[in-house]
């Protein structure tokens, strides 16, 4: 019962903008968008969250639609290092600890 | 420290020997998670320490595995008779889960 859907996979051209789309129909009042990704071999990294408004910050920014069914993370200018699985989840801040990812998007910054 | 380590980064190990992995969490962080990341797979939460609190071990998979947080600082994550099936990346995050370390990724044989 995924809570999200995102596309399987997206190229994206190195110094372009990307978008990343994120479904989340079922999402409730209260639950939070959140996005991760992992770099090959690596942690996750989480990136950025939010509940309603549009967030910004060092990494990318966030654009939540007004009825919260969907968003978009976009990375403004994407570097051969952005190459990675991006997950969006939606949860509870802080009170909804049992993080768990599905299959994300995987993204390919090309040169 | 400035951020979340794990050791052994590797570990090979054949079935049935028990592995402990430990997990240093950044330094005044008060909540520590432990996940496991199987190959192609997501993400599976498996226990949740938060201060002087009882753990939240819900995500345990069996009774082999156990952990426990010595001093609200250092965790210790034991897999006893391990299964050819506990092959994963073991993950270990703090501060309500968004910083991660790099993991260890266990193999048995």
């Known amino acids: 019962d995924a809570k999200t859907t995102q596309p399987p996979s997206m190229d994206c051209a190195e110094g372009r903008a990307a978008n990343l789309p994120c479904n989340h129909s079922?999402?409730?009042?209260?639950?939070?968008v959140y996005w991760y990704r992992q770099i090959h071999s690596q942690g996750p990294q989480y990136i950025i969250h939010g509940l309603k408004n549009n967030e910004t910050n060092e990494m990318a920014s966030l654009i939540i639609t007004e009825d919260r069914k969907s968003s978009t993370l976009i990375l403004p200018h994407a570097t051969l290092r952005d190459t990675a699985v991006y997950y969006c989840?939606?949860?509870?801040?802080?009170?909804?600890?049992?993080?768990?990812f599905g299959a994300g998007t995987t993204v390919t910054v090309r040169a | 420290g400035a951020g979340v380590s794990q050791s052994p980064s590797n570990k090979v190990t054949e079935k049935g020997k028990d592995v402990e992995l430990r997990c240093d969490p950044i330094s005044g962080h008060t909540a520590l998670y432990w996940y496991r990341q199987s190959l192609g797979q997501g993400l599976e939460f498996l226990i949740y320490f938060q201060g002087n609190s009882a753990p939240d071990k819900s995500g345990l998979p069996s009774d082999r595995f156990s952990a426990e947080r010595t001093g609200g600082s250092v965790s210790t994550l034991t897999i006893q008779r391990t299964q050819q099936e506990d092959s994963a990346v073991y993950l270990c995050?703090?501060?309500?889960?968004?910083?991660f370390g790099p993991g260890t990724r266990l193999t048995v044989l």
């Open positions: 079922t999402i409730s009042g209260n639950e939070y």
């Open positions: 989840i939606v949860r509870e801040n802080q009170g909804d600890y049992k993080l768990s």
């Open positions: 995050a703090s501060s309500w889960d968004r910083v």
